[in-house]
Structures are given as structure tokens and as C-alpha cells.
């Protein structure tokens, strides 16, 4: 049993009590809602004669269903228009903080609460959104919940939840030219296995972590659910406390020294106990692309789809299904593959940092002719930046599309979908079938730098070849 | 909340590792307030591949209560449409080699028991269903067991969830909200909700 890890002291810190069944009863300290997972929860307390215990400590935006190119309303898809419809009533009749279309600080909820200083360290974070693992970045214990959940948050501000292990997954190295955050966590996937984390908390620790930018921890966190973790972290420190400083939600003044006093404390203790430590070394990860239906079926960007012999007897199956769906050869290199569609955004990687790196690439290129290429900034807030900073003229001038903020064509909610069997570079989270909006269509997941590569070759390319290209004579 | 003792039917296989939450509701079907209607469109993009020939398109396994499935179901998205979906179709409990935690969570939730079984066992469950898609299928709770006809097989699950569905106490919201007083005092010792002026009272 872990000891003294940063999920023991929040856990701890958080549990109201035991419950007959043995679960503890756990404090939530931020709730975070959007349109789709939650208008049932409404509902139910609604039926139940509910009132939500701790207003203040739920925040609302809307993301998944939000149209990136016409956002007036009514919006033409009237289903989309009766959830918008759904969320500004409740947020009014609950009196909950709501960060609507055009307030400024609507975006992705899992790029809008961090970017506000919402999110902060030692906090329990629920969402009704898988990917709320993503404020882990913070040294918070944040994970996806279902909308009976999302019901009893509002209703109790609390959970009823098992305990999970710790695994201690330690990166140490300085990380090779074009391979990102994105690399690391497809290849922790890759090597773990997308049902290795289930029953874990994921601690991600070691020097490549800690040499890492927020927006780029946020995006390795992010992913933890995709190897089976529902929640993953780092410690939080002086690169956690520095991103914090200032923004709106973060303590100010006296209460800010007590406040990174307090984040100190709540670090995983050097002699810490995990339940399981795996161990990584920067220099072995490639540029990672995914070939298959699951973000474990990743790999280099220089390696070739694995045959079913070459992998272990528990992925065959998996592996032939995704030959088929994918109409991919094994044996053959994945750089090379043609691509119909790039897209870059998705709460894995539309913040900022992603789209000054992506646009870095994109300055002076065009996109290959016959690709559909757009982006899709995480917030309202970043894409504002983002234009201040001109990197949608590069991205336009380089012919991608600069859109609205949203979820957009990471699930295709809304109208960005694949047609047919398309086969999109992505820089979202997840390959399975069917995901980005039709039921054959494709997805190759992989950094926003390797995407803008993809969208110049008009197939899987490596970005480290593009950058030697883009070097200033 | 009813008791879940012991479901009894007729099981359908749904064969294969790693099915997620978009296979089993495609995104597209989650533009709704309500969880109503769903059940049609459980599996919705599958069963448009498999061509009709789908376990839940097939006539032999309409009617059938029990979902038998492998490993690491339900991963993926959060979304509780897909245990609603499920459910609404007309499954009552599951058994798999494993299933994804918030998908498992999300089926306690809604009174829906997921049981684990060995891939022995869940793959000769499926191979019985298949051979003879009639047979009388039993979950049981009590006794941790399952029934395919005359195969009996254990199965496993938290004890502390079991006992939450046998007795009929699986409703958490119910039993959360009865604790206002400690859930009062723990959000006071909480030193961030003190530094913002909004929660500061609490």
C-alpha cells in the first residue's frame, strides 16, 4: 500500500468518512460541468427535490458540442442548441459560474479551469469528462466521473470511491530534438499497455518531467486515462507555483506564501512507499505515431506497423482488428502513410505552447494539396493570445483553417467530422474506431509538430526532417 | 433502490478486448438532455460494420439480459450514456475479464453489476451463448457464482459493492448527502478554500 505520496496526503486530507460498503466518501474541491455529461444530473436532483450543497465550488463552461465555425445562435443543429439551452439554465436556476460562448473565457474545461488558476495543487478535481486526469499536472487529484456522479457532486460535494495504488512511472533525460510530451505519454501507453493503469493513480516523477512546461505536464496527465489510469500526477513546484502566480483564481498576497507553503507539504515525502515504480530514459523515445485503434498501438516514427508475430500473444487480436479497420499493411513504415485531414487542438494539446510549437513548423510552409488541415484553439483565451501573437496568419498563410474554440473533431460533437474512411494526423487522445466522426474514418495520433509535418507531406512524416529544412541559412 | 440478488435471462457475447465507450455510444448519439432512446443505438456504428450481423442485431440474442464480454471493457470516455445505452437495450449485469473503472463505476451506479470472471470462463461463456444462443443464463450475486446452462463458473466483484446491490443500498447520492455535517467540516480544514474569498465562509 502507498505511503506517504502526494494521492495519500490529498486523499487523506479529502475523506469525510467511511461508507458501509467500505469506500470512502470523498470532498470534492472543484466540480467542473459541460453540457453533455451533466443535464441529466440536473435532472435527477431536480427529481430527488436536490439543491447543489457548494455552489461555488462547481464551474460551467461548454466545449464539446460548440460549433468552431458559425457559433451564432440558435445553433443550426438543434440538438446541440436545446444542451446549450440546457446548461445556461441550470447554471442560472443554480446559481453556478458560467464561462459561456463570447464571455472570453470560454474554452475546453479542461484548458479554461487551468488557465484561470482553478485548478491548483492538492485539490480533489471531478469532472464529468474522462480527461479531467489533465489537472493532475498540478500535483491534483483529478478524475473522470459518470453523470450519476456528476449528481452526487452537486448534491453532496462529495464521491463515494475506492481508494487506488500508486504507481511511481519515473522519466529521467533531456527529451531528443521533435519529440514532445505527446511522445512521451503514447510511448508510456505503448510500453504499459491501455489497461495497464486500471485501479492506479499514475505519479509521473524523474527529470524529464520536471524540466517540462505546464501546458506540456498537462498534456502527459492528460493521457493518463488512456493507458487505464483514471487520475495521474506530478509534485507540484516552483514551475507549478510560477504558471499559478496571478491568474485570477490563485491566492493572492499573504495567502499566496501560505498557499505555496501548503503545496510544499503536500509533495510525495522522499521516503514516500509506491505500490509500483517503472522507470523510462528520454533518450530511447522516438517521434510517436499511432497505427491502430488504441493509443497503446503506437509507435516511432521510424518503425514499421508491428506484425502479429512480432507482438505478445494478448495483443493479437486487437492488432488484426486494427489492420483491417485501419486498411494498414504490417511490416510496412508508418512514415509515408497518406493522410487526408490534420487536425490540431483537443484538451490534450490545444493550449498555447502547443500552438506556437505546431505554428513554428507551420511559418513559411504550405499545406500539401488536397489536405483539409485546421485548427482549433483550446479557449477563448488562447486563441486570443495566439492572434495577438500572429500565429493565425502564419497558420492561415501556411493554409490551415483558424477556428473557434472546442472540442471540435477530437469526438466530433459538432459539424468537424471525418468523411468516410479519411484518415486524420491528429493531436487529440484517442484512435478508436469511429471517434472523429464517421464510422469508418481514421485517426493517427501524434504531437502538433509531427501533425503540421503530416499536413506539408500530406503523409506521416517526421518532423525532425521537416525541422532540419526550416533551419534560417 | 431495489435489491440485485440474481439476474436470470439469456446472456448475448459481445467479443473482444478493449471495446470503448464511443463503440458502444458513438459520440453523435450523446447530443440529448436525457438518457431516453439510447438503447438503439448501443453498439449504433458496430452493428452498421458487422452488417446485421452484430449480437445485438442477431434475432437469437434479442431479449437477452446478460452481456458477456472480454477484456478491459468500457474503456475510454466517461460518458454514462454507454452503461444507459446498455441498459436501456436491456442489459441487466455483465460479465467480462476485466472492465475499465469509470465505466464500472458508472454500472454500480445505475444498479447494473459487473462481475469478473477468468478468460477461461468468460470465453467458454461465450462459446455456450453462441453454440446455443437459448440457454438459460443466471448472474448471482448471493452465491458469486454464474450459470450457462449447465456450466456453473465463480465469479468475482468488491465485496463492499456486492453488498450495496444485494441489500438494495447502491443509491451513493442517497447515502452521501446524508452526511452534511462531516462533509461541512472537512471542506473547513480544506486550506484552499479558505484563501478564496468566495468559499471563505464554508
Redesign the interface.
Known sequence: MSKGTLFDKVWD?????T?????T?L?I?LHLIHE??S??AF??LRE?G?KV??P??TVATVD??VPTENQARPFV?S??E??MQ?IEQNAKDYGIRFYNIGSGSQGIVHVIAPEQGLT?P??TIAC???H?STHGAFGAIA???????V??VL??????L?KLKVRKIEVNGELPPGVYAKDVILHIIRKLG??GG??YAYEYAGTTFESMNMEERMTVCNMS??G?A?CGYINPDEVTFAYLKGRD?A?KGE?WD??VE?WKSIRSDEDAVHDDVVTFDAAEIEPTVTWG??PGQGIGVSEVIPTAETLPE?ER??AQ?AYHYMKLTPGTPIKGTKIDVCFIGSCTNGRLSDLREAAKFARGKKVAEGIKAFVVPGSERVKQQAETEGLDLIFREAGFEWREPGCSMC???NPDKLQGDQISASSSN?N????Q?S??GRTLLMSPAMVVAAAVKGEVADVRELAKKSVAP | MNQVQQISGRGVPVI???I?T??II???F??????EGLGKQAF???R??ASGQHPFDLPQYQGANILVVN??FG???????A?QALAKWGIQAIVGE?F???FF??CI??GVPCVTATPETVQQLQKLLQEDPQVSMTVDLEAMEVHCGDFPASVSM????R??LVTG?WD??G???N??E??K???S????????P??AS?
Not at chain 1, 478524475?143 to 456522479?149: R, W, Y
Not at chain 1, 478508436?432 to 471517434?435: D, E, N, S, V
Open positions: 486530507l479529502h475523506a469525510v468518512g461508507l458501509p460498503s467500505g469506500q466518501q470532498f474541491g453533455v455529461t443535464p441529466q435532472a435527477m430527488r436536490l450543497l457548494f461555488d465550488r464539446h458540442i443543429d440538438l446541440a436545446e444542451m440546457a491548483q492538492g485539490m464529468g469528462d474522462s479531467t478524475f473522470g466521473i459518470g453523470t450519476s456522479q449528481r452526487d448534491a453532496s460535494q462529495t464521491l463515494a475506492s491501455v489497461k486500471v485501479g486515462i488512456e487505464g483514471r483564481f491566492p495567502a501560505k498557499a501548503w485503434i488504441t494478448s487480436a486487437i482488428e469526438l466530433a460533437m484517442r478508436f474506431k469511429g471517434r466522426g464510422a469508418t | 473482444g478486448n478493449d470503448d464511443d463503440r458513438p459520440a453523435r450523446l447530443r440529448c438532455v436525457t438518457f449504433a456504428d458496430d452498421v460494420q477484456g478491459n474503456c475510454g470516455s466517461s460518458r454514462e450514456h452503461p476485466s475499465a473503472e469509470i463505476g458508472n451506479s445505475i468488491d465485496e463492499g459493492l453488498q450495496m443500498t451513493n447520492c447515502q452521501l448527502i452526511y452534511v462531516q462533509i467540516a472537512t471542506a480544514k480544506l486550506p484552499y478554500l479558505h484563501w478564496d468566495a468559499t464554508y
